[in-house]
């Protein structure tokens, strides 16, 4: 059984550029959520995908946007870079949207460095 | 609306002293209950969950946690730390909303000293 895999690793871009970061969910998982996590905080909740469409979204503008695709991968896409979207952005993935009874499977996460 | 704290962002144990890491939730209904762990650099990965079955959990890696109704509390504890405890400790709440979605803590970050 594989894990929640993301790409790349690491990124550095310029305020104002594009960025997208991929996620491959877990085998048998069909819901991705997203989280951004910021240097010494939590993990806060960016939204979730199920069946290739977002079910869920937290506090997060527009500029923040996602895709589910057939085999459950997933992207997340930022326009416009702040220099405060710099942080780790996790995905995590469960099935059937249960990941708040039986947890979720995390990825190592993408260090996104806006300069 | 579910909220997680913890107390102490930061807290040092001696390797082999007891390790409690403290956990308050906030629910206007029973809660599901989660602590993560983060290594550094690493995603984090499920301890142990409280899911409304018995109050004390195990997890992984001689961890526990008791689940207290009338404190509002899910205290992380192990009794004999190690030097590979040392990480980054999250603790986290379902959130009772239409769609799937987990709340988590600020965190606490545990060192072992030698």
């Known amino acids: 059984e594989t894990g929640v895999t993301q790409s790349p690793t690491h990124l550095i871009k310029t305020r104002g550029q594009q960025v997208t970061l991929r996620c491959s969910s877990q085998s048998g998982h069909n819901t991705v959520s997203w989280y951004q996590q910021a240097l010494g905080q939590g993990p806060q909740f960016i939204f979730q995908y199920y069946r290739e469409e977002e079910n869920g979204r937290g506090n997060f503008p527009p500029r923040f946007s996602g895709l589910q695709f057939p085999n459950y991968s997933s992207e997340l896409n930022v326009n416009a870079l702040e220099l405060d979207d710099s942080a780790l952005y996790l995905c995590?993935?469960?099935?059937?949207?249960?990941?708040?009874?039986?947890?979720?499977?995390f990825g190592s996460g993408t260090r996104l460095t806006v300069v | 609306a579910q909220s997680v704290t913890q107390l102490g962002s930061h807290v040092s144990v001696s390797e082999g002293a007891l390790v409690l890491l403290r956990c308050n939730y906030s629910s206007s209904v029973p809660p599901y209950l989660f602590w993560y762990v983060q290594y550094p650099n690493q995603g984090l990965q499920l301890l142990l969950k409280y899911t409304s079955a018995a109050t004390l959990v195990k997890g992984i890696n001689g961890f526990e946690a008791e689940f207290k109704k009338s404190e509002t509390s899910f205290h992380l504890t192990k009794p004999s730390a190690h030097m590979s405890d040392a990480a980054e400790y999250f603790c986290a709440v379902s959130a009772k909303t239409s769609y799937d979605k987990v709340i988590f803590g600020p965190g606490t970050s545990l060192s072992v000293i030698p």
């Open positions: 995590a993935s469960s099935s059937d949207g249960q990941g708040s009874l039986y947890g979720y499977t």
